[in-house]
């Protein structure tokens, strides 16, 4: 008799190998990014709720290595605003420079409160996923994506990025 039932170890080993291959790929729902991202979020939206004793923990136990987390990945105060390029209603476009490199991006800065206000947060996730992973040369590539307790930020490089002059004309920057 055969026996067709994978081993424990067999099957363990497999499972983890998939999770492994599962966590660097960066189109994956649980990439590194994302679930770093996931981890910083969820302790922006729950300063504040401690109420309960093990949510207390929960936040107590994370806070500090979010912290970390937030400090070491790229941020708000990693660029410096050059001039703003456009306004909409969830927020602006400002030609940034990051501070480390010099190098010139926009920077799409969009408001939490006025995207749930409106019920339309789920646009950005489609947006950054387009921006992230296509290789259309008619889609401004999207180097970073983060944000702090306020707002989401998207840079991209500035080329294929227009501003309207005092004539109403688009002008390439």
């Not at 099957?11 to 981890?39: G, K, M, N, Y």
């Not at 307790?149 to 990025?161: D, I, R």
Request: proline share 1%.
């Amino acid at each position: 008799m055969v026996n067709n039932m994978a081993s424990p170890i067999n099957d363990f080993t497999q499972r983890t190998r998939l999770l492994e291959e599962r966590i660097v790929d960066p189109r994956s729902s649980i990439s590194i990014d994302s679930l770093l991202d996931s981890i910083v979020a969820l302790i922006y939206d729950c300063e504040g709720l401690k109420k309960t004793k093990n949510f207390d923990g929960f936040y107590g136990k994370f806070q500090a290595s979010t912290r970390e987390i937030r400090d070491k990945r790229v941020n708000f105060d990693d660029f410096e605003i050059i001039k703003i390029i456009g306004r909409g209603a969830f927020g602006t476009v400002d030609l940034v420079r990051r501070k480390a490199t010099g190098q010139v991006y926009a920077l799409k800065t969009l408001s939490k409160f006025e995207m749930l206000k409106r019920s339309d947060s789920a646009f950005f996730w489609e947006e950054r996923n387009i921006m992230a992973f296509s290789n259309s040369d008619w889609i401004v590539k999207l180097h970073y994506a983060f944000q702090d307790a306020k707002n989401v930020g998207f840079t991209h490089s500035k080329e294929g990025v227009y501003e309207s002059n005092s004539r109403g004309t688009s002008v390439r920057l």
